[in-house]
């Protein structure tokens, strides 16, 4: 007998998956068949291409279970393959998971369509597994059960992505790796790590030593919004050596995880311009006085635009392609003020020299710069939406971040898209009304208002659509000091957010909220054993609250733009 079960209504008794697949059906046969154990038995039978899923799977897995899980073929084993017809019906990152209630050489079968597929059908094992299986050492001996079903599943998006931010607040090393877990746990695999800002630089670059020596660390820190009187009266700062990246990149790639730089330019520049004064426009800045910023906003020291600006650049960029193989480089590009380059006799003698029309068209001019210079190199480069203003070269991407509106634009002119606006999915937006919330910013963004969250905006055309590579959750730290802080903005809304990324979800007004929640019953039990720090679903509690401190909530309804 069986029982499919499609995406928006995946529960029962003992499969409560996040996110939804495609289908689950429920097998068995005869009186009480209806579960099957792992035990001292069951071994790991990889096939090719799947070693990094068994080394995941031996890990975690081993640990929380205290399973041996050696390498063998037999009737009791997990057998991992890649499969052609999961590929031709689900694509690379497809799989299909069985629990065999009669076959005689395998305990359970993970297929995927590529090595990403075999992998998310482990995670999707977890999960069958139960909360327990999330702890890092064993908390009761005996079996683990995993009920008789067949899971088939493949994610609606190749982009499931969340920005994390680590210049305005520093996350050690084992933090970030703790985050390429959690997005693991949550079948994402985009890593968009913003690295560079005005408040600090976070990343060695050994030819311009002065970036991390100087940039990286700052005198005081603003506590609360822009506008609060209060400070932290501390010097605050770190940094990833390279030695660090590569082992970030290194750990998020054994979980198909792709780890996306972003060096912010022209904009968002001061704490470059604080270690190497004369990126910036001395002609009328004292560059040589300014310090890594200490507070929060849009910040009016920018790139200068020269030659050697340019070449300063690019050799930060040769070492962050050494360092990070993905196919886009993020360049930033947003929030530039142009009123220095307005007052700057030689910006303005480079507007005339290039033919530009106005400063506006220097912003353009830096974009298209290292537009050319990273495809020249195999790459891609990705910018926030104001890199539209200035036109875009065709290889060019674009985050659509201040609204859908300028994914809409970018898509339908052929460029492709991230979407990720931040009146839907800006994550470190407050999570309710009240004033409990902590540092409140934003508008109110609720576990539900995320879970109806709809990254393809209707009335785009088929040509245009098929430009929305997926979508993006941001998380900016101006109010987040710390890795629970962080966990709390964070989660449950993660776990909403990566269903409306992988799964093939209805129309947002049609979704099963309550099934949802209902899923998300078991879920906060894997949170819980995973150590993470989130907003309880009745509030926070007092620990995670932050009386006295302003934020800057919006009230009502966010605008759709």
């Not at 063998?72 to 799989?95: D, M, Q, T, W």
């Not at 208002?449 to 659509?465: K, W």
């Not at 309550?514 to 894997?526: A, K, P, Q, S, V």
Request: one cysteine or more; a negative charge.
């Amino acid at each position: 007998m069986t029982d499919d079960v499609m995406a928006d209504d995946v529960t029962t008794d003992d499969v409560n998956l996040i996110p939804a697949p495609l289908t689950v059906a429920r097998g068995g046969t005869g009186p009480g068949a209806t579960r099957v154990a792992l035990d001292a038995r069951t071994t790991l039978d990889a096939g090719p291409g799947t070693e990094s899923t068994a080394r995941w799977l031996r890990t975690t897995l081993g640990a929380a279970t205290g399973l041996p899980l050696a390498d063998g073929a037999g009737p009791h084993a997990v057998r991992l393959r890649i499969s052609e017809e999961v590929e031709r019906e689900h694509g690379p990152e497809g799989y299909r998971l069985s629990t065999e209630a009669e076959a005689p050489d395998a305990a359970v079968v993970i297929e995927g369509g590529g090595p990403a597929g075999v992998f998310w059908g482990a995670q999707t094992l977890r999960q069958l597994l139960g909360p327990e299986a999330y702890r890092s050492a064993p908390v009761r001996g005996g079996d683990w059960d995993l009920p008789y079903v067949t899971v088939e599943d493949a994610p609606r998006f190749g982009w499931r992505g969340l920005l994390l931010d680590v210049s305005r607040h520093f996350l050690p090393k084992d933090d970030i790796l703790r985050q390429l877990d959690l997005l693991a746990a949550h079948k994402l695999n985009v890593f968009h790590f913003h690295l560079t800002d005005d408040q600090g630089w976070r990343i060695e670059i050994k030819r311009q030593p002065k970036l991390t020596e100087v940039g990286s660390w700052r005198a005081r820190t603003k506590w609360g919004h822009r506008a609060s009187p209060l400070w932290t009266e501390a010097p605050y700062g770190g940094f990833y050596t390279q030695d660090d990246i590569r082992e970030i990149v290194a750990y998020a790639a054994e979980r198909h995880i792709t780890v996306v730089p972003e060096i912010d330019l022209p904009g968002h520049a001061q704490a470059a311009i604080a270690a190497y004064p004369e990126l910036g426009n001395t002609d009328v800045v004292d560059t040589a006085a300014l310090t890594v910023w200490d507070t929060w906003g849009v910040n009016p020291n920018v790139l200068a635009p020269t030659e050697d600006v340019l070449r300063f650049y690019e050799g930060v960029f040769e070492e962050v392609l050494g360092l990070f193989p993905s196919t886009f480089v993020h360049v930033g590009g947003d929030e530039c003020p142009k009123d220095q380059w307005k007052a700057s006799p030689a910006a303005q003698a480079r507007i005339k020299e290039l033919g530009l029309a106005d400063e506006d068209g220097l912003q353009s001019w830096f974009i298209r710069h290292f537009d050319r210079w990273l495809a020249a190199r195999g790459r891609r480069l990705i910018g926030w939406d104001e890199i539209l203003e200035g036109g875009l070269a065709d290889g060019a991407a674009v985050s659509s971040w201040r609204g859908y509106a300028g994914g809409i634009a970018a898509a339908e002119a052929g460029h492709d898209v991230v979407m990720c606006p931040e009146q839907q999915v800006y994550l470190d937006h407050r999570q309710a009304p009240g004033e409990d919330e902590p540092m409140p910013i934003g508008y109110v963004r609720t576990l539900e208002d995320v879970y109806r969250f709809e990254p393809v905006p209707p009335g785009l055309s088929p040509e245009a659509a098929a430009h929305i590579l997926g979508t993006q959750a941001n998380v900016w730290t101006e109010v987040m000091e710390n890795r629970s802080r962080v966990d709390y903005q964070v989660f449950p809304r993660l776990a909403a957010f990566a269903e409306v990324a992988w799964s093939a979800l209805p129309a947002p007004e049609d979704r099963d909220y309550t099934g949802f929640e209902r899923r998300m019953n078991t879920h906060y039990r894997r949170l819980d054993a995973l150590g993470v720090d989130y907003r309880p679903p009745t509030g926070p509690q007092p620990r995670q609250r932050r009386p006295g401190v302003l934020g800057r909530p919006l009230e009502g309804a966010p605008p759709i733009v």
